[in-house]
């Protein structure tokens, strides 16, 4: 298969998605996805956005960007302290269609790549170059798309901004479904990751996608003022796991796997108990593995 047929074959899917008539939040991560075989990209991002160009809530495929994403929103673009490139509310209130990075900057290109910003949040990230969409729907709601490539990268072409011009009218209608996931049939993603905590539900390690997913179960919206950082120990019913698992370990019913589920915007998070030391000990190591289910649409 060619790479014009693979784009035509990833617009159609998009259009799909669009107009699935899903909660957008549900819908966006596959979207994202989509979107790398119509416009190649390193890493993608999505940001609601209210009337008053304040962001309620993002999203983004790395996992470092996701769970920093809350406190990077509250101390930058929601209250205009960067000084290098338009904050999200300028951005809503003079952009329009597909803008690229250097045209989004308010210094030159060799003072944003020597600031803090990028040096400090960007770059460690691996970002480089931008395509940045604004989507205003007709109920006045945005939301901001962006497509980040590596700084090694080549630039966005011509052509990859007409391509993503030309979906424009169909991101616009994802965005306007924010009701929620509808009561449809929930199948597995394909998302799944690792959590260790001992048997207090203290967090001891996780994997890149267990972060990720913590994080989407943990916030289903973000909090203004509050930071998104994980917590140091598991929610209380995500931790009452470790403690069913040594229960049952103590009694020797180790054949039961305790399992928790958890429904939100994002879809429904599965979390399931392994002990992975053996001896019933508070402080030995527990394995969470956690999978997000979307709505059966999507995955069809």
């Not at 729907?137 to 090694?152: D, E, F, I, M, Y």
């Not at 928790?260 to 979390?271: E, I």
Request: glycine share 8%.
């Amino acid at each position: 298969m060619n790479h014009a047929t693979c784009q035509r074959k990833a617009e159609a899917r998009i259009r799909q998605l669009c107009c699935l008539g899903l909660g957008s939040e549900a819908v966006v991560p596959a979207l994202l996805r989509e979107l790398h075989a119509l416009v190649p990209s390193h890493s993608n991002g999505f940001y609601w956005a209210g009337a008053n160009g304040r962001v309620s809530n993002a999203y983004n495929e790395i996992p470092e960007a996701q769970s920093i994403a809350q406190l990077y929103v509250r101390d930058a673009y929601n209250t205009g302290k960067r000084e290098v490139t338009r904050s999200l509310g300028e951005a809503v209130q003079r952009e329009h269609g597909v803008v690229r990075d250097w045209q989004t900057l308010k210094v030159s290109r060799r003072d944003f790549y020597r600031s803090d910003f990028y040096n400090l949040l960007l770059r460690p990230l691996g970002y480089g170059r931008l395509l940045r969409l604004v989507l205003r729907g007709p109920s006045g709601r945005c939301g901001v798309l962006q497509l980040q490539r590596q700084l090694r990268d080549p630039d966005f072409t011509d052509r990859d901004v007409e391509r993503l011009s030309s979906i424009e009218p169909f991101l616009v209608q994802a965005l306007t479904w924010r009701e929620g996931v509808r009561a449809e049939l929930l199948v597995d993603s394909g998302e799944y990751g690792m959590l260790i905590a001992d048997g207090n539900g203290r967090l001891l390690a996780m994997s890149p996608q267990g972060r990720q997913l913590l994080h989407l179960a943990c916030h289903p919206r973000m909090e203004t003022g509050r930071e998104a950082t994980l917590p140091t120990h598991l929610p209380p019913a995500i931790a009452a796991i470790c403690m069913r698992l040594l229960q049952l370990h103590a009694r020797g019913d180790v054949a039961q796997a305790p399992v928790v589920s958890h429904d939100n915007v994002w879809g429904r998070f599965v979390f399931r108990g392994h002990l992975l030391d053996g001896p019933a000990d508070p402080t030995g190591m527990i394995g969470i593995s956690v999978h997000r289910e979307v709505p059966l649409p999507i995955q069809l």
